[in-house]
């Protein structure tokens, strides 16, 4: 677990010194969509989530 911190912050380091602020709203929205579509696959909520 200390690992996995201690990468978080490296990473947020690294984007916050390199500017690049618009790469973790891309990520997050990415890993949403993807979910959402598995989710969909996945489970009895495919015909309500297909009409979006």
Known sequence: MEHLLSLLKD???????RKKHWIPP?????????????????TVVAPFVYTF
């Open 11 to 17: 990473i947020y380091d690294y984007l916050n010194e």
């Open 26 to 42: 891309l990520v997050i929205t990415l890993v949403l969509i993807i979910s959402l579509l598995i989710f969909r696959e996945l």
